[in-house]
Structures are given as C-alpha cells and as structure tokens.
C-alpha cells in the first residue's frame, strides 16, 4: 500500500475524462459513503446514512445519494466507474453467532475427526452427516464415495436448511467427491453448497470443514449483501464493476464473492487499514477501528499490514481464510451494558440499538421510557429495553430452521418498538426472542455507550430526551435508589471510563504483541489511575495510534490521554472503511505442491487435481506454471485483467541429496495483483 499519491487506484483510460470511484460500507449502525475523484486521488464527498438490515439497498442508496448530493456539480451516472463495498456483515455475523440454517456433508471422516471440527459444539442442532468416501494423502481414493446414502442425507437435510458445506478427508489432494457431493446437492435441491478446497489448500481437514460451515452460514447474507447494492446503483442509474473488499484488504468482483463470503470475514478493519494508510501517509501504526458493533485492531509495519497466514480467527473460531492479523473484540458504540448483582458494569460484545436511536425514529418510545420511570414497583432489569424488527424487514419472509415457539414469538414483534417486558413475559418467551436476536431477525434496543456520550454532552445524534431516561432507568436499578441529576450523571461517566478503559487494553495487547492479561499494571495505565503504590506507572505504544470510525472522537481523546501515546485522528477517518473499499487492489494467491517419494516417482497436488511424474524438473515446471496460471486467472475472474505476478518455492530434500532429484517435497505459491479494470 502507498499513501495518497501513490496509492492503487481503479485504472481510467480515457483520456480527458473525469471519472469516480465511490466507496461503501455497510456497518452495524452506520452505512457510511466516499466518493473518491479517480485522477486526481482525491475525497471530494463523503455521508452516513442508518445502516437498514432489514433491506440494506435502502441504506446504500441513502448514504450513495446524499454523498452525490453534496457535489457542488452533478455527477452523470456513467462517469462512475467503480463501486467497491467494504463489510462488517460476515465479521459481526460470526461474532454474534448468526447466520442461515446450514446441512453439513462430512466424506471420509471418523469419529475423532467429526470432534476435532468443533462443528457440533459450534452449533449444537446443525444437522451432520458423515459419509463413506474420501482419498489418502496421495489423492487415491481410500473408499468409493456412497452416493445412496448421500441422497439420502441430501434429501433429509433439505427442508430444514438454506445451504449446505461439504469436507473430505484429504480433498485438497483430491477434490473429486466434494465435487461429486456439490452436483447431487444442485441437482436435488438447487440450494448453494460450499466445498472446503475451494476456501483453503491445506491439509487439517477438520479445520476446513469448520471454515465451509461459517462460510455456508454466511452466504445468504453477503448475497444479500451484493444484491442490495446492485439494487442501490440500479435506482441511481450507476452501471460499472462492483467490487467487494476481502479480509486481507484486497478486492474481488461481487460475483467471485458471492459464493465464498467467509474471504469478507474483517472485510471491514482490512479496508479500515488500507483507509487509514490512504488518510494518514503513515507507513507504521497501530489501527483502531471503533464502530457500533466491534472494535478492531491491526499493525502496519513499513507499510506492509501484518497478514495472519494461517487463518483468520474471529469471534473465537479458527478459520483458514487468509486475512490481516486483527483483533475484533465486542465492543463499539451501540454495546450492550449490563449490570452484575455486585454492581459491577459490563460493556459488550452483544450490540443493541442504542434507545436514543430508536426513539429518534420512533417517538413514541419517550412515552413508554416514562411510564419505566413511573413503574418503581415491577420491571426491574427489563425497564428501558424495546424489541422490533430490524430497519426496513420485510414481515413476508419465510424462515428456515425456527421452532414452533420462535415462530410464535416473532409473529407478535413488529417494526415499532415494544417494551420487551410486555413481550418477554415467560422464562419461554425470553429465551425465544433471545434467540431471534442471535439470528439476526429481531434487534432489541437498551443502553449503551453511545446513549450515555448523549448525557455527558459528548455525542448529539440523536434523541437526548431518551438518553437521558434510559440511562436514569439503569442508575435506578444499580443503585436502588432514585436517580438524581448526580447519580445520572455519575452512572453515565462509569459507562463512559469502562468503554475507555477496555478501548486502552485492547491497543495495548495490540502493541505488546503477546495475550497479556489486565493485570495490576495495565489496569493502573488504562483506568487513568497512572499509580500504583508509590509508583507511577506508564505503558505506550512506540508507533503512532491511527483512530479511525464513526465514535472514535468520544472515547480516544481521554485514551490518548492514559496511554500517553500519539493518536492520529486523520481527516474523513470517520468514513475510513468507505475509502479504503474504494482505494484498494485485486489480489490472490494459489499454492501447488510437489511431492517425492524418494524412488523417483514425484506427485503434484493441487486444487485442479493430481498429477504424476518421473522426472523432478518436469513436475517442478509444470507446479510453476500451474500456480502462476491458477493466480492469474482468479485476479482476472476477480475483476484485474492485466495482474503481475510473484512466485516462492520453498524445497525439502532427503539426507545427502545433490539436486532435485531427491525432492521430498516442494511448495510453490503464486501471489497475482491487479488493479480494478474500473474504465471497462
């Protein structure tokens, strides 16, 4: 990456002519939009519109208008050559446990395998089929795949589903029965399947069935995703490439994404990075990317983003999708706070919407905040929380997957709020909108941080009045007194510091590079005691911070402070992730490996199949020529039609071996980049 003069722009070639690259991101609150002018390298506009999950072409087309809108000249349509949409969807979804209801096909598994995927503890009543098949780790067939009981688990699975993963035992040797598996599930149900080598090339075969199962889950959703906004630049009349960011910072076409949404999982803090480097022409810095759901971490170190090769890991799974090396932890503007008996205060990882919000939409959620405070007899823990459907629902969809009690319970919810007392009335109900909230289908709205900023006078979007009412609500029931104007205020700053002081630890496991515990020394550092005993105690980070999302201005002035570090707030660093989507470049790599056996025979394996050879320079030749053609070929289906290509070998040899004819084993990979063909 390079900063703003230097950085990898959509290519324009035509001369003369003034074209723009508009930039998008779908938040868990906000929906923000850049509009970047190609040639010259420059942020000529940018806006925020409410992020509407429930039809999320009605936020894209309200952040994109209102973005245009501010242009002192019009922009004709067919001047904009590229849209490209960064997404905090497939990280949030992972982190809060959502996503569509999935049948997993497991072929050439034992027992110890099927427990080592975590797929079952993941996700306790996923239906699981284990089926006879598979191949060795020389691509041979170990059983013939059993294509009856196949069906018969295909069909079984069929109407309780939406898509379907399928993992093999040694498939990145030899992928056939994956593929077989995915044409039988097309041809008897037609829904979108998910192969586990065609997310990773490596061995740990549980480990990639993990991977296809939270991709599988997630591919509704992107593909929701990518169709809202191609309704959004169908409204504007926008015809031009649509790129999305994956979660190692680098673009791809939609429709190479659509069908392998798990690469968007840190979609959002990979665009952040690239936006931050773009704003700041810093080459070295800690991010941190602050939204309404998580708050995300990553290094740039010499202007390279610190790449965790073996596989993201988000919401504590372990997946194998190559991505920048980021902390996401639970926290943002719009997380929960909840209270413990011992009054002790607890800001996240679930999100809500904040009560201002909705009663900024909804006003007469004032009258019902009210009649809370009015009530000092019942309600108790469930007084200032609402419950409704998510921006924009649509109340006609069907939904697999849900019990005859979670049908019940979301047939009562509506888009106004409701006070979630008078819907939660049983231990059944609870658990019922509780897991409808999991899901995605309901949101339900109570304090947060971004509600207390309201109070402190440090935050103005929206309704005051409500802010003010739910944070007396909950001062009431810490303190079981009755909230004065002091108590308020008190309760709104112990909000405000917790978000502050886990914001500090976060950058500061960040810096340290190691899991470090809040110990006695980081907490003296982030609580903004400073001291402990007679000691003063100092911890900062020895790069620059750069601060980047919508409510980092809230809280990151005061960790600033604590940390005594140098925090940079770069200009437009609240819409970082839009330019960063816009900003980006195409990018891919593909791994082939050639292995001996040490009597002359030399296999080479990858994901097109396996080939043999008897002769070490023949197979070599041939595993370059495939790994260059295999990253080639996904940047140009991604979108880059003229990539430059990098290949690394890495060899082993047996003992005393004097050239490659005593190979054991070779690793060739291929890494093609691009820019976005935005002019075509």
């Known amino acids: 990456m390079a900063g703003p003069a230097g950085q990898a722009a959509a290519s324009d070639d035509r001369p003369g002519k003034t074209t723009y690259l508009i930039g998008v991101d779908t938040g868990g609150t906000y929906t923000d939009a850049a509009v970047i002018e190609a040639r010259g390298h420059r942020i000529i506009a940018t806006a925020k519109a409410i992020t509407t999950k429930g039809d999320l072409a009605v936020g894209v087309t309200e952040a994109i208008t209102q973005a245009l ?8 349509p067919q001047d904009v050559a590229m849209v490209s949409v960064s997404t905090t969807l497939a990280t949030n979804a992972v982190v809060e446990g959502h996503g569509s209801a999935t049948g997993v096909i497991l072929i050439g598994f034992d027992a110890a395998m099927v427990e080592r995927t975590g797929i079952a503890k993941a996700f306790p009543e996923i239906p699981m089929a284990v089926i006879d098949g598979g191949h060795n780790h020389n691509g041979d067939a170990a059983r013939p795949l059993d ?15 939406d898509a379907y993963a399928v993992a093999g035992a040694f498939a990145v040797r030899n992928a056939a029965h994956e593929q077989a598996a995915r044409e039988r599930i097309v041809a008897l149900t037609g829904k979108p399947v ?47 490439p649509l790129m999305i960011v994956k979660g190692d910072g680098s673009l791809a076409l939609a429709e190479s994404v659509a069908t392998r949404p798990i690469e968007t999982v840190l979609s959002g803090p990979a665009a952040s990075l ?33 790449v965790r090769e073996e596989g993201a890991e988000v919401g504590g799974w372990r997946t194998m999708v190559r991505a920048i090396d980021v902390r996401t932890i639970g926290l943002g503007g719009d997380s929960e706070i909840t ?24 006003p007469q959620v004032l009258a019902m905040l009210r009649a809370d405070l009015d009530d000092v007899q019942g309600g108790g823990s469930m007084h200032g929380k609402f419950v409704l459907l998510p921006f924009a629902a649509s109340t006609d969809k069907q939904h697999n997957g849900l019990s005859a009690r979670e049908l019940e319970a979301l047939q009562t919810i509506t888009h106004a709020p409701q006070p979630l007392r008078k819907l939660a009335t049983s231990l059944s109900s609870q658990r019922s909108i509780a897991s409808l909230q999991r899901k995605g289908l309901v949101q339900v709205s109570s304090l947060t941080p971004s ?5 402190l006078g440090l935050q103005a979007n929206w309704s005051l009045e409500a802010a003010t009412m739910a944070t007396q609500l909950a001062a009431r029931l810490r303190d079981m007194k009755l909230p004065t104007p002091e108590r308020t205020r008190n309760f709104a700053s112990a909000v405000w510091n917790e978000t502050v002081r886990l914001t500090g630890l976060a950058i500061l496991q960040t810096a340290f590079g190691v899991e470090m515990a809040d110990n006695a020394l980081t907490q003296a550092v982030c609580s903004g005691a400073g001291q402990l005993g007679l000691a003063t105690v100092r911890l900062t ?6 601060a980047v999302g919508g409510p980092v201005k809230v809280y990151y002035e005061e960790v600033q402070r604590r940390l005594g570090c140098e925090m940079v707030f770069p200009e437009f660093c609240e819409v970082a992730n839009a330019v960063g989507a816009a900003t980006g470049v195409v990018a891919h790599s593909a ?17 097109a199949g396996t080939r043999q050879f008897t002769d070490a320079t023949e197979a070599l030749a041939a595993a370059q020529a495939l790994a260059e053609q295999l990253a080639r070929d996904a940047v140009i289906e991604m979108g880059a039609p003229h990539p430059q290509v990098k290949l690394s070998v890495t060899k082993q040899y047996m003992p005393n071996a004097r050239d490659d004819t005593g190979l054991l084993q070779a690793t060739l990979v291929a890494e093609a980049i691009g820019r976005p063909n935005a002019a075509a």
Not at 69 to 76: E, G, I, R
Not at 451 to 455: A, K, Q
């Open 274 to 306: 690239v936006g931050a480097q773009w704003l700041s022409g810093l080459d070295s810095f800690i991010l941190s990317d602050m939204g309404g759901t998580t708050t995300d971490l990553g290094l740039l170190i010499n202007g390279r983003p610190k």
């Open 591 to 607: 791994t082939v490996e050639v292995l001996g056996d040490g009597s002359g025979l030399f296999r080479l394996h990858s994901t």
């Open 147 to 161: 294509l009856d009981a196949l069906d018969a688990a295909i069909l079984a699975m069929a109407p309780k589903v």
């Open 541 to 546: 980070p020895s790069i620059p911070v750069v």
């Open 194 to 240: 998910t192969l586990s080598t065609e997310l990773s090339s490596a061995l740990d075969a549980p480990r990639r069935a993990l991977t296809a199962v939270l991709n599988a889950r997630l591919i509704p959703r992107i593909s929701g995703l990518i169709g809202a906004v191609q309704r959004a630049m169908a409204h504007l009349k926008i015809a031009c």
């Open 451 to 455: 509600d207390v900023s309201h109070v």
């Open 69 to 76: 809108a501010k242009l002192s000249h019009d922009v004709p």
């Open 339 to 362: 209270l413990h008996a011992n009054g002790r205060i607890q800001v996240g990882p679930q999100r809500v919407a904040p009560v201002s919000l909705i009663a900024a939409r909804y």
